[in-house]
Structure formats: structure tokens, C-alpha cells
């Protein structure tokens, strides 16, 4: 059996990664291949669990406490649902992976980058996405969208939304700079039917390569 593919979105605060993770679905999904939509952390009830700590109550932990958390998640999460489905030959598409701590915990609260790839090699299966798209805004654009969207949602996952905009510059610089997987960039500040153009012109495209 063909080994499935595993494609990530990433991005910082209000980029529009739900409307984008559901039109790359609705993509790989016309191509006749199976796919399975998750995010991080959670998509395991042990990573959601763990979930509910660090976007509500994250703050209270040092950054390399809340990275070991990360990786917590993460190990069910890949362990329990990306890997098997990866080997059933699904396609998995994920909102966040390991950039996000990259970004987060790495270039915006100053954990090594190589404490973060080290304790990712020990526990994520040496898997990494086939993909990252990466949804690229201005953090003073995107951090108003996303205040916007959580008040109209009355959510209570809004902790990084308060933190200094020296601090989602860090961590777009981050993601603009990452190189540990295939990448992709678009720029998510452009008119909403541009953008989905673009990634599903993104999607198509790597479909068509690993068909």
C-alpha cells in the first residue's frame, strides 16, 4: 500500500488556516484519496486533554515546560492518529505541527531551536510534513482578525492574542525562515477568493506530483 502524504498549515494569529485546511480537504478529497483532518495540539482525546492546559492556562509554565507539553500532545497525537493513518495510505491535514512550536516556544518565548528539533526527533516518529503551507500576515492584521472571530465565537483560547506585537513578529519571521520540510507561502492578506485560489492551486499542484 502507498504510504499516505502529510500536509500542515501554519501560520500566526488570524492567518485563516480553518477556511484554508477545509478547502485543501475538499481538494485531496476530489482526487479520490481518503484524508483526515486534525489540528494540534490535540486531534487524540490525551493531546486534547493536554490542549485545554496550554492554550488556556499555558502562561503559568516556563517556555520549556509548555514545549515538553507540545511534545506530549504531539506523541499521541502521531502515535495514536497521523502515523496509522499515514500507513493505511490516508492523507492527513493538520492545523499546526512542529513550526508552531518552533515559532512559539522557539523564536517568540527564546527556547533553542535545537531543544525544540531534539525532543521532536525523541518523540514524534522522525515524522514531518510532506507540506507546510505557511498563511503569511502583518501580526497587527492578523491579531485583529483573530480578537474579532474569538469574540464573535466567545472563546476563551486567547492567550497569545494578548502577547506583545514584538512577539508575533518573531514568530512570522520564524515561520517565513523555516526549512525543515517542503514549504509553501502564501500571502494570507489578500482578498479572501485570491487566497483560496492560491491554495488550491498549492494543493493541486502536489497532488498531481504524488499521484
Known amino acids: 500500500m502507498t504510504k499516505g502524504k502529510f500536509i500542515v498549515f501554519e501560520g500566526g494569529e488570524?492567518?485563516?488556516k480553518t477556511s484554508a485546511i477545509n478547502i485543501a480537504v475538499e481538494a485531496i478529497k476530489a482526487s479520490g484519496k481518503d484524508v483526515v483532518k486534525t489540528r494540534e495540539p490535540g486531534g487524540t482525546s490525551g493531546a486534547e486533554a493536554i490542549r485545554?492546559?496550554?492554550i488556556v492556562d499555558g502562561a503559568e509554565y516556563d517556555p520549556r515546560t509548555n514545549v515538553m507539553l507540545f511534545a506530549a500532545a504531539r506523541r499521541d497525537h502521531v502515535?495514536?492518529?497521523i502515523k496509522p493513518a499515514l500507513e493505511r495510505g490516508d492523507w492527513v491535514v493538520s492545523d499546526r505541527y512542529v513550526l508552531s512550536t518552533l515559532a512559539y516556544q522557539g523564536a517568540g518565548e527564546g527556547v533553542p531551536v535545537d531543544y525544540i528539533k531534539n525532543l521532536h526527533d525523541l518523540t514524534a516518529e522522525g515524522i514531518l510534513p510532506d507540506l507546510t503551507i505557511i498563511l503569511d500576515i502583518d501580526p497587527v492584521i492578523g491579531i485583529e482578525r483573530s480578537n474579532k472571530r474569538l469574540a464573535e465565537?466567545?472563546?476563551n483560547e486567547n492567550r497569545?492574542?494578548?502577547y506583545e506585537l514584538d512577539f508575533h513578529r518573531r514568530l512570522r519571521q520564524q515561520n517565513i525562515d523555516y526549512d525543515w520540510s517542503d514549504k509553501t507561502i502564501i500571502d494570507a492578506s489578500h482578498p479572501i477568493d485570491d487566497v483560496?485560489?492560491?491554495i488550491r492551486r498549492a494543493i493541486e499542484i502536489f497532488?498531481?506530483?504524488h499521484s
Open 153 to 155: 465565537q466567545k472563546s
Open 196 to 198: 483560496q485560489q492560491e
Open 14 to 16: 488570524g492567518s485563516g
Open 52 to 54: 485545554s492546559i496550554l
Open 207 to 209: 497532488i498531481a506530483k
Open 79 to 81: 502515535t495514536k492518529l
Open 160 to 162: 497569545f492574542e494578548g
